[in-house]
């Protein structure tokens, strides 16, 4: 089967070109434009449409292979499975990503993220509560000194995912923080050209905090929920319900 490659997306330094060809890759392979049963051009081939190394073509094919949107088959070369056969879960740094992948990205956040806090209530020990605690005392004293707390920012809400007793929710949320540092910095430096909006941000953590300590789940989720709707709409990412959605309804919304 004949397959047609996009030409339109040069990779660019300096992110690490193998990311760039297998994210590249991987969306054509999950819109439907490389479909499943199809045959790879060979690594030069792919080389030269790309302009990189066999190197780093190979080493994009064996992400997707891990993934398992590719096979190698004797013979054939690689094969593509489709997103059916995927086995991980990844996102492309925020940098990447379009607008509206990215509010779909914080979208889904919001929703673990808010169960979470909810489990945390349910599940804290003193340790994580005191853990949590030291979080938003730095978090308050960059506040007050102006200064950058996103580092603070994403601790508070890694601990929080801690403190559900979830392993893997542990594991999700902490990739999800890792991939969305650039986009909470920007948060936060928005947040503090707008006069009074730090302190406003800073009492939201303090609400999820307030119900996680006072063992108040559904609270918990309400803070949480509002804390990250909220960020959404400062970062223009908000996204309305859907015309005829149910009214009075929970979820993500403008």
Do not use: W
Not at 58 to 75: C, M
Not at 214 to 235: I, K, V, W, Y
Request: include cysteine.
């Amino acid at each position: 089967m004949a397959v047609r490659l996009s030409d339109n997306q040069a990779l660019r330094p300096p992110r690490g070109y193998p990311e760039q060809l297998a994210a590249l890759l991987s969306q054509q392979i999950a819109s439907g434009a490389i479909p499943p049963g199809t045959r790879l051009p060979s690594e030069t081939a792919l080389a030269a449409r790309y302009r990189v190394s066999r190197s780093v073509v190979r080493e994009a094919l064996s992400r997707l292979k891990y993934d398992g949107l590719l096979v190698s088959r004797q013979g054939f070369g690689a094969i593509v499975v489709g997103s059916a056969g995927r086995r991980s879960f990844r996102v492309a740094e925020a940098s990447r990503l379009k607008p509206r992948e990215l509010a779909e990205i914080y979208e889904m956040r919001a929703i673990l993220e808010a169960e979470a806090a909810a489990l945390a209530a349910l599940r804290r020990t003193p340790a994580q509560l005191r853990g949590l605690s030291a979080c938003l005392g730095r978090m308050a004293r960059a506040v007050e000194a102006q200064s950058d707390g996103t580092r603070h920012d994403v601790r508070f809400h890694r601990a929080l995912a801690r403190m559900s007793g979830n392993r893997h929710l542990r594991v999700l949320m902490d990739y999800l923080h890792s991939r969305l540092f650039q986009v909470i910095q920007t948060a936060r430096a928005h947040s503090s050209r707008t006069s009074g909006l730090p302190p406003l941000v800073q009492k939201e953590h303090e609400a999820i905090f307030a119900a996680v300590a006072a063992g108040d789940a559904e609270g918990a989720r309400r803070s949480c929920l509002a804390h990250l709707e909220n960020a959404a709409r400062r970062l223009g990412l908000a996204r309305g319900r859907r015309e005829g959605a149910r009214k009075g309804g929970g979820g993500f919304h403008a």
